[in-house]
C-alpha cells in the first residue's frame, strides 16, 4: 500500500508564517524577577525542504556536518528508529537526498527566553498591527525560537492565527514590527517596501567619535557565510547604501540616525563596521576577533574567512577541520586552504606539546603521554554550562521508557544576561513616501544624549562575541543562540535582494550568530 505523503511545511515566501493550529502546547512561564518569558519544554516537528547544499550527500553526512548541536551518535539513533525521517518515511544512513525532499526531525524542544516585557501593539486596525518589538525576541518562528517569537506571542494572547510579518528585524533589535492581519495587506506593503516607497530610519550606538554631518556610505555587501549569518563590504557584493547622521557624542561613544536606502542583510551593521564604529555591543561585528581596526575601511574575504573560522572554533571546539568547513559551508579551494592550515596548525601544537613532555625529563610513561598529547585547543579541557566535561554532553544517547533521550534534559544552561539580549540598534520610524501612514516608536534608554552606561563597554562588552557576568565569555553561546542556520535575522527589511530562507532547521537547536 502507497504511503501517505508526508505534509509539506509552510513557507513565508508565500508569507505563510506558521501554521493555524492552535498552540496547544505553547505554555509560557513568565519569571518575573528576571524578567524572562519562559516555554516548558515540548515535542516539536521540524520540517524543511532539502536545501541545495545537501542534495547528493547522505542523510548521515548532513546531520553530522551539519547540525552540531548533538552529538553524531544521536543523529544516527534517530535515523535508525525513524525520527529522522525523509518524505515521512525511515530511511538507510546511506540514502542520499535528493531535491524537493522533506526531511523531518521530532525533537524535545527547550527554547532560549525572551524578555517579558516591552512587546506591544501601538496602533489596530482592520488589516495591520504596528509592533513595538523589545530586543530578544524573533518576529517569527527561526532556529531555536518557535513559540517565543512576536507572532507565536500575539497568537497566544489575541487568539487570532492569521499573522504575516511585513518587515524582518532582528532578534536583538528592537524597534517597529509590521504585522499584517491578511495575505492581501501583507503583498501590498512588501511591494511597497521593494519598491522603495517606505522609509526606514534607525537609530544606533557606535563606538567613538562619529564625524559630524549628513552623508552616505555607498559599499556593495556580500555575504561570506550564510551559515554564520557573516557578511561583509566586498567588490563582489550586492549594491548597497545607507545614510548617516551624528545625533550626539558623550565622550566615549555617538548616537548615530540610520537610514537603510538598499535593504541587504546586516546592512547598517556592515557599513557602520566599515566606517571604523562598530555598534558598541554587537556581537558579531563589534568583538575583539576583528583586532584593532574592527574591520574599518573593510577586510579581505580570507580575513573574514579567518574570522568566521575562529567563531566556529570557539563556539564548537569539538569540531574537527573537515567538520567545520561542513558547517561553515566552505567548498573548493576555501576548503581547501582551511584543511592545509588547520592541519599545519595541530602539528605545530602536537610538536610544542611533545617538546614540553620531553623536557620533564625521563621514563617511557612521559614519553607516552607527549605522543598522545593533544591540541591546545582540547575536549578534556572543556567545560558545559554545569561545569561538565564536554564528553558528558556528547556521550551516545540512551533510550529511555521507550524514548530516546533528550539531550538537552541532561544539562543546564543559564539565563542570558540583559546585555546578550540586546544590540544597542532601534528601528524608530518607518513612513511611507506617498503620503499614506506614518510610525513611530519611542526611543530606548540608550538612545538618550546622557546615556552613561557604556562607560565600561568597551572593556566589557563581547570580547569573542558574547559576555558572562565575569566578563568572559560562554564558549558554547559566541554564536548567539538564535535565527535559523541560514543566517535568517536583518537589519532592514526583506527587500527586494534578500531571500526570505526556510525559518526552521531540521537538525535542531543550531548555535548561531545573530544573522
Request: with cysteine; hydrophobic share 30%.
Amino acid at each position: 500500500m502507497a504511503s501517505t505523503p508526508a505534509p509539506l511545511p509552510s513557507c513565508r515566501k508565500d508569507f505563510i508564517t506558521s501554521e493555524s493550529k492552535p498552540l496547544k502546547n505553547a505554555n509560557y512561564i513568565i519569571d518575573k524577577e528576571k524578567n524572562l518569558r519562559r516555554v516548558e519544554p515540548y515535542d516539536f516537528k521540524y520540517q524543511t525542504f532539502a536545501k541545495g547544499r545537501w542534495l547528493g550527500r547522505t542523510i548521515e553526512d548532513v546531520f553530522a556536518l551539519d547540525f552540531q548541536d548533538r552529538p553524531k551518535k544521536y543523529y544516527q539513533k534517530a535515523i535508525e528508529l525513524g525520527i529522522i525521517t525523509i518524505n515521512g518515511e525511515k530511511k538507510s544512513f546511506d540514502y542520499t537526498i535528493r531535491n524537493g525532499d522533506v526531511i523531518e526531525h521530532t525533537t524535545h524542544r527547550h527554547e532560549p527566553p525572551v524578555v517579558a516585557t516591552g512587546l506591544t501593539i501601538d496602533r489596530y486596525q482592520t488589516d495591520l498591527w504596528v509592533v513595538h518589538k523589545p530586543p530578544s525576541i524573533p518576529v517569527h518562528p527561526t532556529g531555536r525560537y518557535h513559540h517565543n517569537s512576536v507572532l507565536h506571542i500575539l497568537r497566544k494572547q489575541y487568539g487570532d492565527a492569521q499573522l504575516f510579518p511585513v518587515n524582518r528585524i532582528d532578534r536583538l533589535t528592537s524597534g517597529i514590527a509590521l504585522i499584517a492581519r491578511n495575505k492581501e495587506r501583507a503583498k501590498q506593503l512588501m511591494l511597497d517596501l521593494q519598491k522603495r516607497r517606505v522609509e526606514k530610519t534607525y537609530v544606533a550606538r557606535v563606538v567613538g567619535k562619529f564625524p559630524e554631518g549628513y552623508f552616505e556610505v555607498d559599499q556593495p555587501i556580500r555575504t561570506i557565510s550564510h551559515k554564520l549569518g557573516l557578511n561583509i563590504v566586498s567588490s563582489r557584493g550586492k549594491p548597497s547604501a545607507t545614510a548617516f547622521i551624528r545625533l550626539s557624542y558623550n565622550g566615549r561613544t555617538s548616537v548615530v540616525w540610520c537610514r537603510p536606502i538598499t535593504g541587504r542583510t546586516h546592512q547598517i551593521r556592515v557599513h557602520l563596521q566599515y566606517l571604523g564604529f562598530p555598534i558598541v555591543n554587537d556581537p558579531l561585528y563589534g568583538n575583539s576577533l576583528w583586532e584593532e581596526k574592527r574591520g574599518k575601511g573593510g577586510v579581505t574575504e580570507k580575513v573574514a574567512w579567518e574570522v568566521a573560522e575562529k567563531m566556529t572554533k570557539t563556539a564548537y571546539p569539538h569540531m574537527k577541520p573537515a567538520e567545520i568547513a561542513a558547517f561553515m559551508g566552505l567548498q573548493g579551494e576555501e576548503r581547501e586552504a582551511m584543511m592545509t592550515a588547520a592541519k599545519a596548525a595541530e602539528e605545530k601544537g602536537k610538536g610544542k606539546a611533545a617538546e614540553k613532555e620531553k623536557g620533564k625529563g625521563n621514563g617511557k610513561a612521559k614519553g607516552k603521554r607527549a605522543a598522545q598529547a593533544e591540541p591546545e585547543t582540547s575536549r578534556k579541557a572543556l567545560r558545559t554550562t554545569r561545569g561538565k566535561k564536554l564528553e558528558t554532553v556528547l556521550a551516545p544517547p540512551r533510550m529511555i521508557e521507550g524514548k530516546l533521550e533528550c539531550p538537552d534534559c541532561r544539562i543546564h544552561r543559564p539565563d542570558p544576561t540583559p546585555e546578550q539580549m540586546c544590540i544597542w540598534l532601534h528601528a524608530i520610524s518607518y513612513v511611507h513616501r506617498g503620503g499614506g501612514w506614518n510610525f513611530v516608536c519611542p526611543a530606548p534608554d540608550w538612545a538618550q544624549p546622557k546615556f552613561e552606561d557604556d562607560r565600561d563597554a568597551l572593556d566589557r562588552y563581547w570580547k569573542h562575541g558574547n559576555l558572562r557576568d565575569d566578563g568572559k565569555p560562554h564558549v558554547e553561546d559566541v554564536l548567539s543562540p538564535e535565527d535559523d542556520d541560514e543566517g535568517d535575522g536583518s537589519d532592514e527589511d526583506v527587500n527586494e535582494d534578500e531571500d526570505a530562507s526556510d525559518a526552521e532547521t531540521v537538525g535542531s537547536d543550531i548555535v548561531m550568530m545573530d544573522g
